[in-house]
């Protein structure tokens, strides 16, 4: 990650050892006018104290590169004599976790603790300039200002200038998903938000009139520069908005996540260190582009082929550094040769391939299928080709099959060559991959809220964007018309009528479920049900007429009131009237395992059970009442009490004169002519 950096500062540090030096103890210093400049350290002590004097003179600056790499320093103090901090100072010292800035310090220099393993620092009243990029990179959470200082201030822990106009430093490892610019900020320094991994979003108080955020994402206010890409952000693509012309210095430094990206028509340059250490594999630039920066791809180790339509923008050797690239150019653009940015150059035409490829939408993983021809639309023989999926994957053979295995719109495409030894693209049909819900992200944890698809059979996964899916939220799947759900261990949570009237037939609740939200199964088409834990809601199965059977696993704590409550009314029609008759559900059979504490209130009232096993726990009032085929019941030594009615409940009717038990009545095939009935 640092290669390039280290190259310029070897120069830079080879030029001061140049200057007249003088080695005390553990500290090589210069002397000038009365005044000590440390310039390297030789010591061993983690605990690194800065004397305030040697020599009988005072140490008043520390100088370029003094402790740049030294991985021995935990802490430093700086003493109160000194007032410069010079350029990289202390760069690098990644197993520094804490210094002490004097009072008397009044200049930072640029990338004086750049990369070092700061977790905090406190910027004195007496500092007046910080360098750029002087806390870059650190483990800093949060900065802090004295509140005496004329320049700077800290809010939140971001470091601004005194009047908040100006945002001077985000802290690198700060824990939070999201920041928002302040309303104040008119400029932001280069690098403010480099190295912030966890920074997924960027948005901007909708008062400033400078910046304005979209989709998570830093511009200007015109929308003509992109500022800031949030390196934490989870995305795997990203079209860069038509009418955006720049990009900013380390606009999308180090956004590993990032395996394609799109650039406009209307880009004309790209900043110094705009993708360093990017993960995409391709690049293609319209006719528009004129100038790359410096570093401006370097160290994409993943990045092979660039291709420009237009004529060859202005660009240095370092564009490139670190990559095994190959630039493609347009035939009868201007300005190329044999290399470019000093790497190998190939000329493509406008001839062209389509291939195809199935399917082309679908959740992850998504299996497509891509088939290719073997001539160009020229009718010139292929010779090979380069495939790019779109997600920073590649192929080299002529139809290769490809896993999608996150979500996302993803373009396709190859660079074929041909027997002339001219480069022809491939082109086809955008790859959609979606998962059939939505989901909420929640402290790097994931909620499904809401089914959108089609499919009866469906699979929860573990994990969305690498995130693990530990809930199924209120009503996800309600009126849903899924058959069958296969739901992952990694799920702890099912909301409350998270699938109430929906299609399922069958279900099996893992061990790692602890909760079933009330009606979380109301009403479902379910037959067979196995839960293995957790506890069981109110009304939770309440409703499911076709139940027949229930296993309840070892680690069910408890079963809510109404949960398995079955049954319903039917009319029947008859000479002199109609009658309601209560129809039985058909759960036959359950054993309560010796894990359950509390049976709620009407549990099973209504059901069809003619057998029930109760190892343990507290039985509610009417918990199994109207239950009319129970027959043989099994109470365990660790029931602790049995609720009112909680047996209670055979209906008997009159039929012509004889009590008839509706089971009896409902199973035998005659014409109801005429009937009376009451409750025995």
């Keep these: ?53 040697t020599n009988g003179y005072p140490v008043t600056s520390i100088g370029s590169y003094a402790f740049a790499y030294n991985y021995v320093i935990v802490s430093a103090t700086i003493p109160n004599t000194v007032t410069n901090i010079g350029d990289f100072a202390f760069r690098d010292c990644v197993y520094m976790t804490d210094v002490t800035i004097g009072t008397n310090v009044v200049s930072i220099g640029n990338s004086a603790f750049k990369w070092s393993g ?53 802290p690198p490892a700060n824990p939070a998903s999201s920041y928002e610019i302040p309303a104040t900020v008119t400029s932001i320094a280069d690098f403010a938000f480099g190295s912030s991994y966890l920074l997924q979003a960027i948005t901007v108080d909708s008062n400033n009139f400078a910046y304005v955020s979209v989709g998570g994402v830093l511009f200007n206010k015109s929308m003509t520069e992109l500022v800031q890409y949030p390196m934490g952000s989870t ?35 790209i900043g110094f260190d705009a993708f360093e250490n990017s993960s995409f594999t391709n690049v293609t630039f319209s006719a528009g582009l004129t100038n790359i920066a410096s570093w401006a791809f370097y160290d994409c180790t993943s990045l092979t082929s ?42 493509w035409s406008t001839n062209s391939i389509s291939f195809m490829a199935d399917p082309i939408n679908g959740p992850p993983p998504l299996l497509v299928q891509f088939t290719s021809p073997d001539v160009d639309n020229h009718g010139s023989t292929i010779t090979n080709w380069n495939w790019n999926f779109g997600d920073g994957s590649a192929a080299n053979v002529r139809s290769p099959s490809h896993a999608y295995n996150n979500s996302g719109t993803f373009n396709p495409s190859f660079i074929a060559t041909n027997s002339q030894g001219v480069a022809v693209i491939g082109s086809g049909p955008q790859i959609v991959v979606s998962w059939p819900f939505t989901f909420t992200t929640n402290n790097g944890t994931i909620t499904i809220t809401r089914y959108i698809g089609t499919n009866t059979a469906l699979i929860i996964p573990s994990t969305i964007n690498g995130l693990p899916v530990i809930a199924v939220g209120d009503r996800a799947f309600v009126n849903s018309s899924i058959t069958s759900v296969t739901i992952p261990n990694s799920v702890t949570s099912i909301g409350s009528g998270a699938f109430e009237w929906s299609g399922l037939s069958d279900v ?22 196995t839960i293995e834990s957790g506890a069981i809601g109110d009304y939770a199965f309440y409703d499911c007429i076709g139940l027949t059977n229930v296993t309840l696993g070892t680690n069910v704590v408890s079963i809510g009131d109404y949960a398995f409550a079955d049954g319903y009314f039917t009319y029947i029609e008859g000479y002199g009237g109609g009658y309601y008759f209560y129809v039985p559900g058909w759960l036959n059979s359950v ?24 190892e343990s726990g507290a039985i509610g009032d009417y918990a199994f009442y109207d239950c009319i085929y129970l027959t043989n019941v099994t109470i365990g030594t660790n029931v ?10 055979d209906y008997y009717y009159y039929l012509y004169g004889q009590i008839v038990n509706l089971n009896s009545l409902l199973k035998n095939d005659f014409s109801l002519k005429h009937f009376s009935g009451s409750n025995v």
């Design 1 to 53: 990650m640092k290669t390039k950096r280290n190259l310029i500062q070897i120069y830079l540090l080879g030029a001061a050892l140049l200057l007249p030096a003088v080695t005390q103890a553990q500290f090589t210093f210069t002397t000038n006018n009365g005044a000590i400049t440390i310039t390297s350290y030789t010591g061993t002590n983690p605990v690194l104290i800065i004397p305030g004097a």
């Design 306 to 347: 660039v291709y420009f339509k237009g004529d060859a923008p202005s660009a240095d050797c370092t564009v490139f550094q670190g990559d095994p690239v190959t630039v493609y150019y347009q035939l009868g653009t201007t300005g190329w040769s044999n290399t470019f940015a000093c790497v190998s150059v190939v000329g």
């Design 235 to 269: 995305a795997t693509s990203y079209a860069i908005p038509d009418g955006v012309s720049s990009l900013s210095q380390y606009a999308f430094w180090a956004c590993y996540n990032l395996a394609n990206i799109e650039f406009p028509s209307s880009i004309t340059s």
């Design 640 to 649: 602790t009490s049995i609720g009112a009615y909680a047996f209670t409940g």
């Design 591 to 614: 054993t309560i395992p010796n894990s359950v504490t509390n049976i709620g209130n009407h549990a099973f009232y209504g059901c069809a059970l003619q057998n029930a096993i109760i």
């Design 508 to 529: 099996t609740i893992p061990n790692s479920v602890t909760n079933i939200g009330n009606y979380a199964f109301y009403g479902c088409s379910l037959q067979n049900a």
């Design 118 to 170: 700061l977790t905090n620092v406190t910027i004195p009243a007496s500092v007046t300039t910080i360098g750029d990029t002087a806390f870059g990179g650190t483990s800093l959470i949060g900065i802090s200002v004295n509140t005496n200082n004329p320049v700077f201030a800290s809010v939140a822990g971001v470091l601004f200038s005194k009047d908040l106009n100006a945002l001077v430093q985000y």
